[in-house]
């Protein structure tokens, strides 16, 4: 009975694996060479070390979301209850994020240690890596739509619908790209789908921008309309870190598209792709944790109360009361109307 036997050799300084499958007859010393094929692979260097620094890297952000997820639940336990929660789930998001792109590294730099042909092969943690990471940029997305539309309804009806329509296609493209990433097998197959993952990161970063444009003008409206200076020192903290968290995702994305198209054979997007989730959480939670800014340089002795979420939408329906009471409403007075507009505003949610 004939016997096939296939070998591979690797070609260190050309970067080829070279295939070939031997047909051995019985009771004969000759082999004939069925098929020969040559495959060209990136180095090492620039694709399971790329994954690797992104993921040391990502390991660090980690830490970081830890400390702010602490700090939010200590100072802000009586958040709303939306916030609160889409914060615990973006944890547990990140956090399982963190075990499948261990295994993955596991299995690229120890289990198939030596096999080439078996880094070649999609793993099917590096899979699920795919998936969370969707559904942390469309968690995130989600509750910065939210907090938009919550402002936008008193200015413009339009921005706020434009806003969940981009959001809602920003889904459909994760979920499409979820979809197909399990229809491949090795990261030769990647140049299928590659349309796929464009549309992605395109859909992402155009979400990205749209979102932080808004929230900032919607922010600098709240900022003219009040005359507590400790209060817009508030809004301009929080407008600062909606425009660096929406610049750096922005730029993230962005750089994971062009390494994508430039080098379609390494792993370097892959390896950033492993930083974006952890950006997203940290700029969300940054933006959640400075609310607690007080202005010590303040002309108006206020209290010092933390800073809510939605409390730009407290000074929005306190504007009447703010103009008319400039000169004649004390401090704590204006405090205690803010108190009672913030419990309407509980009430109507």
């Given amino acids: 009975m004939p016997l096939i036997i296939s070998r591979y050799h690797v070609s260190h300084s050309s970067g080829q694996i070279s295939i070939g499958h031997l047909f051995l007859t019985p009771k004969s010393t000759t082999y004939r060479i069925l098929t020969i094929c040559s495959v060209v692979i990136p180095s090492i260097a620039s694709t399971l070390g790329a994954v690797y620094l992104g993921s040391c890297v990502a390991l660090v952000l980690?830490?970081?979301?830890?400390?702010?997820?602490?700090?939010?639940?200590?100072?802000?336990?009586?958040?709303?209850?939306?916030?609160?929660?889409?914060?615990?789930?973006?944890?547990?998001?990140?956090?399982?994020?963190?075990?499948?792109?261990?295994?993955a590294l596991y299995f690229y730099l120890i289990e198939s240690f030596g096999d080439y042909l078996g880094l070649i092969k999609i793993v099917w943690s590096f899979q699920l890596d795919v998936v969370l990471n969707n559904l942390v940029i469309v968690c995130v997305h989600i509750v910065y739509s939210v907090r938009l539309w919550m402002l936008g309804r008193h200015f413009h009806r339009v921005v706020p619908w434009f806003v969940v329509f981009i959001v809602l296609a920003s889904c459909a493209a994760a979920i499409l790209l979820s979809f197909e990433v399990f229809t491949i097998s090795d990261f030769f197959q990647l140049h299928d789908i590659s349309r796929t993952i464009e549309g992605a990161l395109a859909?992402?970063?155009?979400?990205?921008?749209?979102?932080?444009?808004?929230?900032?003008?919607?922010?600098?409206?709240?900022?003219?309309?009040?005359?507590?200076s400790s209060t817009t020192v508030r809004l301009m903290v929080i407008l600062r870190f909606i425009l660096i968290s929406g610049l750096a995702t922005?730029?993230?994305?962005?750089?994971?598209?062009?390494?994508?198209?430039?080098?379609?054979?390494?792993?370097?997007?892959?390896?950033?792709?492993?930083?974006?989730?952890?950006?997203?959480?940290?700029?969300?939670?940054?933006?959640?944790?400075?609310?607690?800014?007080?202005?010590h340089s303040s002309s108006i002795s206020v209290p010092h109360r933390p800073f809510k979420v939605h409390d730009e939408e407290r000074i929005i329906n306190t504007i009447p009361l703010s103009t008319i009471g400039q000169g004649t409403t004390t401090s704590e007075d204006s405090i205690n109307t803010g108190s009672k507009s913030e419990l309407r505003f509980h009430g109507s949610v």
């Fill in 203 to 228: 859909t992402a970063a155009t979400v990205d921008i749209i979102i932080a444009l808004s929230l900032c003008y919607y922010l600098l409206k709240c900022r003219v309309t009040t005359v507590f």
């Fill in 250 to 295: 922005t730029a993230c994305s962005l750089i994971i598209l062009i390494t994508f198209l430039a080098s379609p054979d390494t792993l370097i997007f892959a390896g950033i792709s492993f930083i974006i989730p952890k950006l997203y959480i940290n700029s969300l939670l940054a933006m959640f944790n400075t609310r607690g800014t007080k202005d």
């Fill in 62 to 103: 980690y830490g970081i979301t830890n400390l702010q997820t602490f700090l939010y639940y200590k100072r802000y336990s009586d958040d709303w209850w939306f916030y609160r929660y889409s914060v615990a789930v973006l944890w547990v998001f990140d956090t399982l994020h963190v075990i499948l792109s261990t295994h």
